[in-house]
């Protein structure tokens, strides 16, 4: 088990991709010419309570939550001004993509952190983490799109 001031820095990692994500969608979800998709405004909602989750757990653990997005989190693609540039399909592919990289984020960090955050992760984050997958899959294929 890693030391007790290392387990905030892996929960941080989580954290930095949940704002990028939230910062994901609300870029999209203000940026594109066109009334936004329900399903984006739940995906970053989901992602926003995830975020305030994992901040509230590294503070009780005695770390310092992180404040900005991570540079290198699959979602930091979407938080510059042109990240609606390219057409929905295309957006919406990168969205499921990304969110289907957290997924396996999350079960990768899981060893690597204390029990009660494991808990945490696992009867909440990973599930919700899950259905946002779910709904941009379910969002392709209503469009028509491949899921």
């Known amino acids: 088990m890693d030391h007790p001031l ?3 820095a892996h929960l ?5 991709c949940e704002i990028a ?3 994901a969608y609300r870029t999209i979800i203000t940026g594109f010419p066109h009334e936004p998709l ?5 995906c970053r909602s989901s992602h926003q309570n995830r975020a305030n989750l994992l901040r509230r757990r590294i503070q009780r653990l ?7 997005p991570g540079r290198w989190c699959v979602f930091s693609d979407f938080c510059s001004e042109d ?3 390219d057409g929905l399909e295309d957006i919406l592919n990168r969205l499921s993509d990304s969110e289907r ?11 690597l952190i204390d029990p009660v955050s494991r808990d945490l992760l696992v009867e909440y984050h990973i599930p919700e983490q899950e259905r946002t997958h779910e709904l941009m899959c379910q969002l392709k294929g209503a469009l028509g799109l491949v899921p």
């Open 6 to 8: 290392i387990i905030p």
């Open 38 to 42: 329900p399903e984006l405004r739940l």
């Open 62 to 68: 005695g770390g310092t939550p992180a404040m900005g």
């Open 12 to 16: 941080n990692a989580l954290l930095r």
């Open 101 to 111: 990289w957290m997924v396996d984020d999350y079960w990768e960090q899981i060893v």
């Open 83 to 85: 990240a609606c540039a």
């Open 21 to 23: 994500a939230t910062i």
